[in-house]
């Protein structure tokens, strides 16, 4: 990444953070822990974003059997992962907070955990094999295979439990974004700041694994 | 000698009874899992004596067992294979749709008849009265195909690697959770003695499980299976 | 009878970033034999199976013709027949069951008397009914072959051929190659010397 978005990233980064702790809390009744929004969305979008860059990234590798491919699915899958527990361990922060418990099975909450676990046995999957072709093939298929299950949780289980999430004080009933201006703009720059990092963290972990493949360490 | 061509399903046919004569003359796999199911639900039942659980702790509780069974028989199709070094034999022979098909049907049939000995062991247990028999079985047969449908591929990957019986467990419980869940409602609702109808979105759940499972695993079964 | 040939261009494999072998090519005709030799460990067996469609290449490719044209997937399954310590048979079913199961699977129906009259042909007489894993190291070596050639393969790849065979089964061997040279090609990995003989054509590896 050009060292120009690089210090932009630092400056718009930096004032993300300022603004959530100068400004007032978004959500009033809640009290100081609705800073946290700030944070656990973009971090809980950031892991949905890495899950398709991973899959997209597997569909390529079956297609075209180049290790390239697979370096960047697992890159995006341990950075998805790394972002996945940042989102699960702030919104358990938050529930305990505003609902007296860290963990309630929302249907969000579930949703981020079928992630976890899915990014936790395509690691282990990984592991569990040493030949770089067979590795590539059998991390691959599982993670486009395991989609359509999530996809099925993600649907399945409201329909069981009843949402907790305050996702509608934030967003009203006809959809629209019902946040005063301030928030808004807060919001979607820490929204821009998570998706850059990932990025570029994207970026060095796939040289770094493209790298260590060359010299055959992989 | 006849040349006869013959259909895909056909070949998975012949897929199917080898190892369906295979595990008769063994019972490797059934074993194990009814050795499993039997002594967990034993257990549960010892430890819970006198009082019922609920319908919904009932639901849930059957299917852990099955869930579990399932998790230390279902793979061994697959894993035996490349154990004795049959895989190969097998991989030049047949393709891979007529392989899946046949080790798909073996699962299946695996559970099923863990089911034959499982679920009146369970009614017997379990007190479970004014249950709504319909409903129960219509989850039950769905829930077990789709079961055996999402695992069979995950097994075809786990042969292939190390650390089989834990992997398998890892990689399969992501992807069983929407069906577990789902099912475990749909059999709430029997043993409640429900109307048959009320079941029927869980049901148009399980089944579209089902579809989506095979038509994915067939899709991504030629990825494992070819080095 | 239409005219087999083998076409190797350029074949290379590599393992964990280390090569296997590199840039190996060959012509085989039918009537040929090609003889690898190399000590073990020198990548035999892997060329074997990528010819035979187990493994896939690293780099270049093998092609087989019938007549002119190209066959391959399952046409070419029907026409191959790999023989080799890494491909077993069914331990838990007997002699019969696994030659009936591995050739209706390819399409090829045989009646019972057909197949008890080719066990007797590999000395494998009255066996037909016991299970393959009562079976010494010798009859499941015969019993592969026999299975190998049920389909009548244009193309027999043989991989260390006559391990664990006394001497009659290397004879057995020694007709075996010899009459599927006259209507096919031949293709042998092999530690022995003696067999280098067998080959019009040789590829050494492990150099």
Not at chain 1, 78 to 87: M, N, R, V
Not at chain 1, 134 to 160: D, E, H
Not at chain 2, 53 to 59: I, Q
Not at chain 3, 178 to 188: P, T
Request: aromatic content about 10%; glycine content about 6%.
């Amino acid at each position: 990444m050009p060292n120009f978005w690089k210090f932009l990233l630092l400056l718009l980064m930096s004032a993300v953070i300022i603004a959530v702790w100068v400004m007032e809390p978004p959500q009033n009744q809640l009290g100081e822990v609705s800073r946290l929004f700030y944070f656990h969305i973009p971090a809980a979008w950031v892991t949905v974003l890495a899950y398709f860059v991973a899959m997209r990234q597997s569909v390529l590798y079956l297609r075209r059997k180049e290790l390239l491919y697979d370096v960047k699915a697992s890159s995006a899958a341990e950075l998805g992962t790394l972002f996945c527990i940042l989102a699960t361990i702030t919104g358990s922060i938050f529930a305990k907070m505003t609902w007296g418990s860290f963990w309630n099975w929302d249907p969000r909450q579930t949703s981020i955990l079928i992630l976890l676990l899915i990014y936790g046995a395509y690691l282990a999957l990984r592991s569990a094999v040493r030949e770089p072709e067979r590795k590539a093939a059998l991390s691959s298929v599982y993670c486009i295979f395991a989609f359509p299950a999530a996809v099925f949780l993600v649907f399945v289980t409201p329909r069981v439990y009843q949402s907790l999430h305050p996702a509608d004080s934030i967003i009203d009933a006809s959809g629209r974004i019902q946040m005063p201006a301030p928030i808004l703009v807060t919001f979607l720059a820490s929204l821009v700041c998570f998706t850059l990092i990932f990025v570029w963290m994207h970026r060095l972990q796939t040289a770094i694994g493209r790298d260590l493949h060359r010299e055959g360490k992989l | 000698m006849e040349r006869k061509p013959s259909s895909l399903v056909y070949k998975g046919w012949c897929i199917f009874s080898k190892d369906l004569k295979s595990e008769l003359r063994n019972r490797y796999a059934i074993n194990a899992l009814l050795m499993f199911a039997v002594t967990t639900l034993v257990a549960v039942n010892f430890a819970v004596g006198q009082f019922g659980l609920g319908e919904k702790l009932l639901a849930a509780l059957f299917w852990i067992v099955v869930f579990f069974s399932a998790l230390s028989g279902l793979a061994q199709t697959f894993i035996k294979e490349e154990e004795t070094k049959t895989a190969s034999t097998l991989k030049l022979v047949a393709s891979p749709n007529s392989i899946y098909l046949g080790k798909l049907t073996f699962n299946i049939a695996l559970l099923l008849t863990l089911e034959v000995v499982i679920v009146p062991l369970f009614f017997l247990l379990s007190n479970v009265g004014g249950a709504n028999l319909l409903l129960f079985f219509a989850v039950l047969i769905l829930a077990s195909l789709g079961l055996a449908a999402a695992t069979t591929l995950i097994a075809a990957i786990v042969s292939k690697a190390a650390v089989k019986g834990a992997l398998f467990a890892a990689l399969s419980f992501p992807i069983l959770l929407p069906l577990l869940v789902t099912a475990i409602r749909g059999t709430e609702l029997s043993f409640r003695g429900e109307v048959f109808m009320s079941g029927f979105s869980e049901l148009k759940i399980l089944f579209s499980y089902l579809v989506v499972m095979i038509a994915v695993s067939l899709m991504l079964f030629d990825f494992v299976w070819s080095e | 009878m239409s005219t087999a040939q083998i076409k190797i261009s350029r074949l290379s494999k590599s393992f964990d970033g280390r090569d296997v072998f590199a840039d190996i090519t060959e012509v085989v005709s039918q009537g040929e034999c090609l003889v690898i030799g190399g000590p073990n460990g020198s990548g035999k067996t892997t060329l074997l199976r990528i010819m035979a469609g187990l493994l896939r290449a690293g780099e270049g490719s093998v092609e087989y013709f019938l007549g002119n044209s190209v066959i391959q997937g399952q046409g070419l399954k029907r026409k191959l027949s790999l023989v080799s310590q890494d491909l077993a048979l069914y331990d838990e079913l007997t002699a019969l069951e696994n030659l009936h199961f591995l050739s209706r699977i390819q399409d090829c129906h045989f009646s019972e008397e057909e197949l008890v009259e080719k066990l007797s042909k590999f000395g494998l007489t009255d066996r037909g009914n016991d299970l393959v894993g009562s079976f010494s190291s010798g009859m499941k070596q015969r019993l592969k072959y026999l299975y190998a050639l049920l389909k009548e393969p244009k193309f027999l790849l043989l991989d260390e051929p006559t391990a664990n065979l006394d001497e009659e089964g290397v004879r057995l061997v020694d007709k075996i190659i010899k009459s599927q040279k006259r209507d096919g090609i031949v293709v042998l990995a092999t530690n022995e010397s003696s067999e280098l003989n067998y080959g019009e054509k040789t590829l050494q590896l492990g150099l």
